[in-house]
C-alpha cells in the first residue's frame, strides 16, 4: 500500500488525525451548506459570485508535533464552535487554539 503525503511527513497516526479532522470539517461544511452557498468566497474575481468554503474561515497548523486552529470572526460562532469540536475531537482538548 503506497503511503500519503501526510504519513510520510508526520507519520500514521497524525495522518490519521488528519484525515478525520478533513473529514469533520466536510461535515461540517456540508451541514451548512446555506450559508457558504450565500456567502461570496473572498477568493472570487470580481463579478463572479462564487460561493464560500469552510476552508477561507480557518487556518488548521501541525508543526514540530503540536497542532492549532486559527477561525476568522467572520464565520457565524454556530459554525465556529461546530470547528473547534471537530478540531478537539481529532487532536484533543488540550491542543492549542488561537482565534
Do not use: W
Request: aromatic share 12%.
Amino acid at each position: 500500500m503506497d503511503k500519503t503525503f501526510a504519513e510520510l511527513v508526520y507519520g500514521p497516526e497524525v495522518a490519521r488525525q488528519l484525515a478525520a479532522f478533513e473529514e469533520c470539517m466536510a461535515a461540517v461544511e456540508a451541514r451548512h451548506e446555506a450559508f457558504f452557498r450565500t456567502t461570496q468566497s473572498k477568493y472570487a474575481p470580481d463579478g463572479d459570485d462564487q460561493p464560500a468554503t469552510l476552508g477561507e474561515f480557518y487556518i488548521h497548523q501541525y508543526n514540530a508535533h503540536s497542532s492549532s486552529i486559527s477561525i476568522e470572526p467572520e464565520l457565524p460562532e454556530h459554525i465556529a464552535a461546530e470547528c473547534r469540536a471537530c478540531f478537539a475531537k481529532c487532536f484533543g482538548p488540550s491542543a492549542p487554539e488561537q482565534i
